[in-house]
């Protein structure tokens, strides 16, 4: 079962553009993950939200947690191509002293120049 | 060393012969996870271990799959009888439950390619 689906799958874009992907699930969350994975390297942390309603800001990128914290968005303005690379939401999955993270499928965004 | 450590970082093997992939985590990080990546794909997760608990082997494809941690550290991912198909890359991440709220680092990966 896939527990937190991210949309859209693949954007590109041209510079200077803004953007926003999703990170949706059916399920509460007590915290959700954002990671930027660059080529031939591994996914790295951008932001952890804990809080419904949450807004958390990176330079150009605008992190949110729904009120209801089974979703996230991350909005970029002004995309780069060093913006390039996979986008990765992640939360979660709690039962007994495990603490499991589980990722969605990402979202694969490419930025021209 | 400072972060997840993977070796090798590169394996050319041929068909029908066995792999095993290293996973050195950040020292104290008692969850270990091994997740599976295609070219342009999101991360595939194959096992999860969290320190004395049985681990959750729920993502691992086959029976040729199979991983183990010693002492709570170390993780080997053991591919027997390789196919083409599991050509790909290999990620070993480790985290700490602080507060509530973990973060997964990730080591560079092992590419594998069978051939």
């Known amino acids: 079962t896939q527990l937190l689906e991210q949309s859209p799958q693949f954007l590109s874009i041209q510079e200077g553009e803004n953007l926003t992907v999703y990170c949706n699930s059916s399920s509460v969350f007590s915290s959700l993950q954002w990671y930027r994975q660059e080529p031939g390297e591994g996914p790295v942390l951008l932001v952890t939200?804990?809080?419904?309603?949450e807004v958390k800001k990176l330079k150009r990128l605008t992190f949110q947690f729904g009120d209801a914290r089974k979703d996230s968005s991350l909005h970029i303005t002004a995309a780069q191509p060093g913006d390039t690379g996979l986008y990765l939401c992640a939360g979660p999955f709690i039962w007994g002293s495990n603490y499991k993270l589980t990722f969605g499928k990402g979202t694969l965004l490419t930025v021209n120049p | 060393g400072a972060g997840v450590s993977q070796s090798p970082s590169n394996k050319v093997t041929e068909k029908g012969k066995d792999v095993e992939l290293r996973c050195d985590p950040i020292s104290g990080h008692t969850a270990l996870y091994w997740y599976r990546q295609s070219l342009g794909q999101g991360l595939e997760f194959l096992i999860y271990f969290q320190g004395n608990s049985a681990p959750d082997k729920s993502g691992l494809p086959s029976d040729r799959f199979s991983a183990e941690r010693t002492g709570g550290s170390v993780s080997t991912l053991t591919i027997q009888r390789t196919q083409q198909e599991d050509s790909a890359v290999y990620l070993c991440?480790?985290?700490?439950?602080?507060?509530?709220?973990?973060?997964?680092?990730f080591g560079q990966g092992t590419r594998l390619t069978v051939v």
């Open positions: 939200v804990v809080t419904g309603g």
């Open positions: 991440a480790s985290s700490l439950v602080i507060g509530g709220v973990t973060e997964a680092f």
